[in-house]
């Protein structure tokens, strides 16, 4: 394998595939990167087995050359030492030449680094793509969704399933759920794709998160393709994997009340600026529950009461409130992560008693909805 | 450091045939626990196993190729399915087996097929057998779990039982003996370090150590102190023998080296010269062998037995050797 290619362009494919490499692998050959040159371009690859993902720089872009493949071939080269070199370059192009089998040599102006690779057989074999599963959605929403679905997922290891986020494709409409098992998020999106394909996988929260650090917020399609064991986020350049999680999601349709007992319907900033200086004095209790109850004509009260610290009463106007009277408990950090997770400004919570879960939604959108269970107090 | 399918039906006949029984008809266990003493092969098998289940084109159905990616990639530990838990430190934190269970809770990166090795199972901690019970109790399909151990005594019932046991044999001393020659022991000393010990680390180790050379030449000349001049023995005792030989465990693999010696007469006498372990002394040997009877030889080793008795029994050693000394100079005048 030899190509030169321009140290601007490798710099930013190396960032981009290192943040998939951890030092902290079993597997040897994880900490490195896998180079790939072949007719059409320079292929890298960074992967923690969890996620993979693949840089792709063209031979050509916008008629500038950036790689000169002058011989095909692969290599896996230590991505610690690896990235340093290429950072602390001195010229702007960079020749890399694999000499005997593994020996790589790194040229840049006048300096030489000589580096020992790896086989690149050796590295996972990522699985291959096929196009007809794809289904596209611009970038920024796919940002939002996981944004709006990815904060509600189990951190607790006993359930390995709801560490994740369930994905569900029907009917052309891409439904994502998180939950907890104390509360749940969901987000809907219709997408432009007339492939009715269905699909059914849950995806790791940690790499979702990751994915949505490497997007950036544009308005670009990202092709998503789902396979038996991974699932691929493709932009322009970009081939993001994550493996999926095993097993079956629970059947979440049922929690999601359908009748409503109590509804009020509330500006966002307000609201949350109340919960939030509420729990200030719940924080220091362990279980940080704040109290809502409706109060005469169109407002509520928001209190808290922490016996050794002290208690905290604020009332807040609301659009309107219907129903029947009610007295809630619910924790304030669940309800502070949904409002934050919510668009719009005035958000309607539905209320079936106060023993039975509520939702959050904005007012006038399905899209979206944020499901709490309450906690007992009263 | 890896070995092929026929090298290690050499060294574990029985558990290869259940092995290749068992791929043949397809019956593969979720859990193996091999159980085995140091040295017997478990992780090798254990990594074979793994090239049988991940080989893309197994030789008549079931042996490895060793040529294929697969196969390549499992013996330098590259596999991405595969998981290996060795102890951190003295013993298997829970923590290591959470971590299984996460990599467990995902699916697999290139194949539906996952498979775990854990080395030295009886050193997990009693939080990290509890967790891996839940674990092996509910096997994912497509998942294996190969355990090793030297003390299955030491695991949880309730994971033994979720197991299928695979006991391995010990070395044969022939076989180990083969083994050390290859790692570079002189010819001449491996039969002896064969015998003595049943685990191929302690024998190599036997082989680079200075006192156990020592030990050697202290124990052949007590022999000879015997046979020429029965009253130097018990000078000899004081002079060499007491300073050497410690600790219990050293007294005992001195009696061993002592056994061995009568153990050679015998055989020389017999005719047996390729049992000879003692090579370097052997010349020497096989004229001390004309001077005594087949009788004689044996009254002397069921001395040497019953001093190993009675030192794991806490006799005190000094007056075990001078009692034993005595008894191997049964016969021969006091004056």
């Not at chain 1, 595939?17 to 597997?27: D, E, G």
């Not at chain 1, 690149?120 to 007809?132: F, G």
Request: with cysteine; hydrophobic share 40%; proline share 4%.
């Amino acid at each position: 394998m030899r190509f030169v290619i321009q140290r601007d362009y490798l710099l930013q494919s190396v960032q981009d595939v290192m943040k998939a490499v951890t030092s902290r692998t079993t597997i040897p050959i994880l900490t490195g990167i896998k180079i790939v040159a072949t007719e059409d371009g320079v292929t890298l690859t960074g992967s923690d087995s969890d996620i993979s993902i693949e840089s792709f720089i063209p031979r050509v872009e916008d008629d500038k050359e950036i790689v000169e493949i002058k011989q095909t071939g692969a290599i896996v080269l230590q991505a610690k030492f690896f990235s340093e070199i290429v950072r602390k370059l001195p010229t702007s192009t960079v020749e890399i030449d694999v000499e005997n089998h593994l020996q790589t040599v790194i040229r840049s102006g006048k300096s030489e680094f000589n580096l020992n690779g790896l086989d690149a057989e050796e590295y996972p074999h990522l699985p291959q793509i096929s196009e007809e599963n794809a289904f596209r959605i611009p970038t920024d929403l796919l940002k939002a969704l996981i944004r709006q679905t990815v904060f509600a997922v189990s951190t607790s290891e006993t359930r390995p399933i709801l560490t994740g986020v369930n994905w569900k494709v029907e009917n052309s409409e891409l439904i994502c759920i998180a939950t907890d098992s104390h509360r749940l998020a969901l987000r809907k999106a219709r997408l432009e794709t007339e492939a009715d394909g269905k699909h059914n996988v849950v995806i790791p929260g940690k790499s979702l998160t990751e994915l949505s650090k490497i997007l950036d917020d544009t308005a670009a399609m990202v092709d998503i393709v789902v396979t038996e064991n991974q699932v691929l986020f493709k932009t322009k350049h970009l081939l993001f994997f994550s493996r999926l999680l095993e097993g079956n999601y629970p059947d979440t349709a049922r929690l999601i009340p359908n009748e409503r007992k109590t509804d009020v319907v509330v500006n966002t900033k307000e609201f949350l600026h109340a919960i939030d200086r509420a729990s200030l004095l719940a924080r220091e209790g362990k279980n940080n529950v704040v109290k809502f109850s409706t109060i005469d004509g169109n407002s509520i009260e928001i209190s808290s009461n922490t016996p050794e610290i002290g208690k905290v009463v604020e009332e807040i106007q609301t659009q309107s409130v219907e129903g029947e009277e009610l007295k809630i408990s619910f924790s304030a950090k669940y309800m502070m992560d949904a409002l934050k997770a919510l668009e719009g400004s005035e958000i309607q919570i539905s209320f079936t008693g106060a023993m039975r879960p509520f939702v959050i939604r904005p007012l006038n959108d399905e899209a979206i909805l944020q499901l709490i269970l309450p906690v007992r107090t009263y | 450091m890896t070995k092929s399918w026929e090298e290690l039906e050499e060294l574990q006949p029985t558990v290869l045939k259940m092995l290749r029984n068992s791929l043949l008809k397809e019956r593969v266990a979720h859990a193996y626990l091999y159980e085995g003493m140091r040295g017997t092969g478990k992780k090798e098998i254990g990594s074979l196993m793994a090239k049988c289940i991940f080989c893309l084109s197994p030789i008549e159905g079931y042996k490895p190729c060793e040529t294929c990616l697969n196969c390549k990639r499992i013996n330098n530990g590259n596999h991405p399915d595969i998981h290996l838990v060795e102890p951190d430190g003295l013993s298997i934190k829970k923590a290591q087996i959470h971590a299984l269970q996460g990599e467990f809770a995902k699916t697999g990166v290139e194949s539906k097929k996952k498979l775990y090795m854990i080395v030295h199972a009886d050193r997990m901690t009693t939080n990290a057998a509890n967790s891996l019970l839940k674990f092996l109790e509910e096997p994912h399909p497509g998942t294996m779990a190969i355990l090793m151990t030297e003390q299955a005594q030491q695991i949880l019932p309730t994971i033994l039982s979720r197991c299928q046991i695979i006991g391995f044999t010990p070395l044969s001393p022939k076989n180990l003996e083969k083994q050390l020659v290859e790692q570079g022991v002189n010819p001449e000393a491996a039969p002896l370090f064969a015998q003595l010990t049943n685990n191929f680390e302690e024998a190599l180790e036997f082989s680079q150590n200075d006192w156990f050379a020592q030990a050697q030449k202290i124990v052949v000349k007590l022999y000879e102190v015997l046979k020429k001049n029965s009253l130097e023995a018990m000078v000899t005792l004081q002079e060499n023998w007491f300073g050497h030989f410690k600790e219990k465990e050293q007294i005992d693999r001195g009696l061993d080296l002592f056994l061995l010696i009568f153990k050679d007469l015998l055989y020389i006498q017999l005719g047996k010269n390729d049992q000879i372990v003692n090579l370097s002394e052997r010349s020497r040997l096989e004229q001390y062998a004309l001077q005594t009877t087949g009788r004689r030889l044996t009254e002397q080793m069921a001395a040497i037995l019953e001093a190993k008795r009675k030192l794991h029994a806490n006799m005190n050693p000094q007056l075990l050797m001078e009692e034993l000394v005595l008894k191997l100079q049964e016969g021969s005048s006091l004056v």
